[in-house]
């Protein structure tokens, strides 16, 4: 260790962070004004890498090099506006989470068209003009390029704050954040003025990918990874603050610079190499700064309410006639390992689509029943199988009993996790949720030893009697169906009620002496509980598990499924579980680009059923009874 060495990781990390806050500061804006937490923003900055490469190819070395970057950011930006006029615009009046859905729908389209026009090989832009050297800081080499991107960090934010600041623009832009009924009270166009936002937001994060393109290489999947890191930079930052989120890129990667710079640790007999724990940092940090100030270093409290939420249509207990629906689709589950002797791949699809649906059910419980957003959800289904698998491999226990014993491993996580989260509500909660779904991501993808790191486990096949016949399957039908069936118990319960109540109004279930923490935390634990159960049969149906049963894009799927079924009906997450399972399966088997095609048709169920498909039904049966 070394003084030298460790300047210059800071000024790497200090690179790093200006990149990131580029990319964050448009997320931070956009949420600020528009209120949307936009998912597609990875995708524009995964834009402008691309465009950066063909815009510097065509333009070649010299001033057209610097002209190509600007020419991809503002292209990025160009296409941000018409995909807030075309698709955001007409979801402004919708709820939060069906925004959220619409921009991970763009997220899919965007990332098959990237595929079409560029292919599946990673590009190299060509280095900067001029600055392709390196120069010496205390005996150290350190590239030329990565001192511009240090300067640009606080040049953009500079500028940005003079815009906000001394703009009549920026003045609107700070009023819509702050009171948008205000605004509109006094004549304000804020379609114009939310339009306006977005572009802005995309072409920030347009330029921090092209910006990033000399040092990172063009590869679809960077706008998933990219996402992850900015909402935690806009979160630590706090929501709205461009200058917290600057701070929060700097504390950031400088705790990231420093973990790689101190490498190996001794503590006792125990050695850790905090060198691959890097992505591990950005999470610790969130979660740490969340727990110790909710609403982020540069953020503001949100103020108190005593509001009630809208009064929404009670939810009943099935009646007869739903009980008799319940009792056939029972009934023709249990029957369809007759239809799948002629069609194998059926028993594999219902398994898959059974599993989902008990996972769609669980979070169906949290966000829609107990009014907790929460977006690392894969958490509890990652400990559930990779507890059954360990269980099997390390303790050496029969799969019938891992199995089983499994889903404890996410309750007890869930336990330990969810005493922190349930103190926070909102946006807030829902990204301590998913600091802790990456934490343990990044436990999983390093800790190669017990989890077989980014390789995995493998060899997780179900005892040789369940493997014949149909009998795997008609394990995971009566664990499912129990699973979905004490949920639903829960719901009419009085920790049900509780929990409808807190969501509610947490001001008026606290003066009627409920302790709406301990509520929360008990629901919190049951819905991981199930989702644990899922993740066990997940394990065993496939035969092996990797750390992607832990990552973002599993608990967005789970997102997916309890929107597209509808939040107001407790069958909402079984038919979104059906629908979104049996969609991206037609559509994987039907193209290459089955990512767009999924995309398109979860846009166009967004728009045509607001309410989710079993929410539609419903209003129609009470339309037509």
């Known amino acids: 260790m070394s003084l030298s060495g460790l300047l210059s990781q800071l000024l790497n990390g200090l690179a790093d962070a200006s990149a990131l806050f580029l990319v964050a500061a448009g997320l931070s804006l956009i949420f600020g004004v528009t209120r949307v937490v936009n998912f597609a923003h990875g995708s524009f900055y995964m834009l402008g890498i691309y465009l950066a490469w063909s815009f510097t190819r065509y333009f070649g070395d010299g001033p057209g090099y610097w002209a190509g970057l600007l020419l991809a950011a503002l292209a990025t930006g160009l296409i941000g506006a018409a995909a807030e006029l075309l698709v955001l615009k007409r979801l402004y009046r919708a709820p939060e989470l069906f925004q959220l859905l619409a921009t991970f729908a763009l997220v899919l389209i965007i990332g098959d068209a990237v595929l079409a026009f560029w292919g599946p090989e990673d590009l190299f832009a060509a280095r900067a003009p001029g600055l392709s050297g390196a120069v010496e800081i205390l005996g150290r080499r350190f590239p030329q390029y990565d001192l511009l991107l240090i300067a640009a960090g606080p040049l953009v934010l500079g500028l940005l704050w003079l815009l906000l600041m001394r703009t009549r623009w920026g003045r609107l832009l700070r009023a819509a954040a702050e009171n948008r009924d205000m605004l509109a009270a006094l004549g304000v166009n804020q379609a114009w003025l939310f339009t306006s936002a977005f572009t802005l937001g995309a072409f920030l994060a347009g330029l921090g990918g092209a910006l990033a393109a000399p040092r990172v290489p063009a590869t679809l999947g960077l706008d998933l990874e990219i996402i992850a890191s900015a909402f935690v930079v806009v979160v630590v930052g706090g929501l709205g603050s461009i200058p917290g989120a600057f701070l ?226 008609y394990l995971t039908l009566v664990l499912c169906a129990l699973g979905i069936a004490w949920l639903r118990r829960l719901a009419f319960s009085p920790l049900g009620y509780a929990l409808r109540g807190a969501r509610d109004s947490s001001l008026r279930a606290e003066a009627l002496g409920m302790d709406t923490r301990r509520i929360q935390w008990a629901g919190f634990v049951a819905a991981s509980l199930t989702a644990g159960m899922a993740g066990s049969l997940y394990a065993f149906s496939k035969g092996s598990i990797a750390p992607d049963v832990l990552a973002v894009s599993r608990s967005v799927d789970g997102l997916v499924m309890v929107l597209l079924g509808g939040l107001q009906t407790l069958a909402g997450p079984l038919v979104g579980a059906a629908a979104y399972t049996w969609l991206q399966d037609t559509a994987a088997r039907g193209t290459e680009y089955w990512h767009a095609v999924l995309g398109l048709a979860i846009l166009a169920l967004v728009m045509l059923f607001p309410a989710g498909l079993a929410g539609a039904a419903a209003q129609l049966r009470r339309k037509h009874p």
């Open 248 to 473: 929060a890129a700097l504390l950031i990667c400088g705790v990231k610079a420093l973990f790689v710079f101190v490498g190996q640790v001794h503590i006792g007999p125990w050695e850790f190499n905090l060198s691959k724990l890097t992505l591990l940092a950005e999470f610790a940090v969130m979660a740490v700064v969340l727990v110790a100030r909710p609403w982020g270093l540069l953020g503001k409290p949100p103020a108190p309410s005593s509001q009630a939420l809208a009064a929404e249509r009670p939810l009943v207990p099935a009646g007869p006639g739903l009980r008799r629906a319940y009792g056939g689709l029972l009934a023709l589950l249990a029957l369809a390992p007759l239809a799948a002797m002629h069609a194998p791949y059926l028993g594999i699809l219902l398994i898959e689509i059974l599993i989902a649906a008990l996972f769609a059910a669980s979070l169906h419980f949290l966000t829609g029943l107990a009014g907790m957003t929460t977006f690392g959800h894969a958490a509890w289904f990652g400990l559930g199988a990779y507890g059954a698998a360990l269980l099997l491999k390390l303790a050496a226990l029969p799969m019938e009993a891992a199995l089983l014993l499994g889903p404890f491993t996410a309750m007890f996580g869930a336990a330990v996790f969810g005493w922190f989260c349930v103190r926070l509500s909102g946006v807030y909660l829902a990204m301590l949720t998913l600091a802790v779904a990456q934490i343990l991501w990044a436990l999983a993808y390093q800790w190669d030893d017990v989890t077989g790191g980014s390789n995995g486990l493998i060899g997780l096949w179900p005892s040789t009697w369940l493997a014949r016949g149909p009998w795997f399957y």
